[in-house]
């Protein structure tokens, strides 16, 4: 018999959703930029997805990293391929961030972009590109981290889109 006033009782299952959410939540106050990666699959169909995990992890070699949830319907297009992109998207893009971030068909038929010397698409207009091979992939918790050496980059004036605490948002003042 519960007391009169006293907490509801909340399951393991509840509990660790709270947590999942609460670390979620503390995870969101640190900005991200906000990339479209893309490949071209062994099929030579074209594949993209939306992403706020990459990051820079060497220049010497210059490699970067990002990742993928290995739920992913995308996760062996990117596993299997070799190349890939990285478009840093620009504030003015973030209707190609969402549309990449969907499940909406044809994606590609809804955008202007360009091809690498290697066919990968490479999103018109960004603040920066990153051509890249793949040279790892390895299971970490609930991602496929992606390991690849920069070939080729180029960037724009255009600042970068960034995403905090859940929202989109662009680059403030300097300090």
Known sequence: MRHPGA???QSAADAAQAAQRALRSALGRFPTGVTVITTRDAHGELAG?????FSSLSLAPPLIVWSLRLASSNISRFADQQ????NVL???QIAISRLFASAAPDKFDQLEYDESAHGVPMVRDCAAWFECRQI???SAGDHCLF???VE??????APPLLFHG???VALGERL
Do not use: C, W
Request: charged letters at 15%.
């Open 7 to 9: 907490a509801p009782v």
């Open 49 to 53: 997805l939306t992403a706020n995990s």
């Open 83 to 86: 190349r890939f992109v990285v």
């Open 90 to 92: 620009a504030p003015a």
């Open 136 to 138: 790892s992939h390895q």
């Open 147 to 149: 390991i690849a050496e």
């Open 152 to 157: 080729r980059f180029t960037h724009s004036d």
């Open 166 to 168: 859940g929202v989109y």
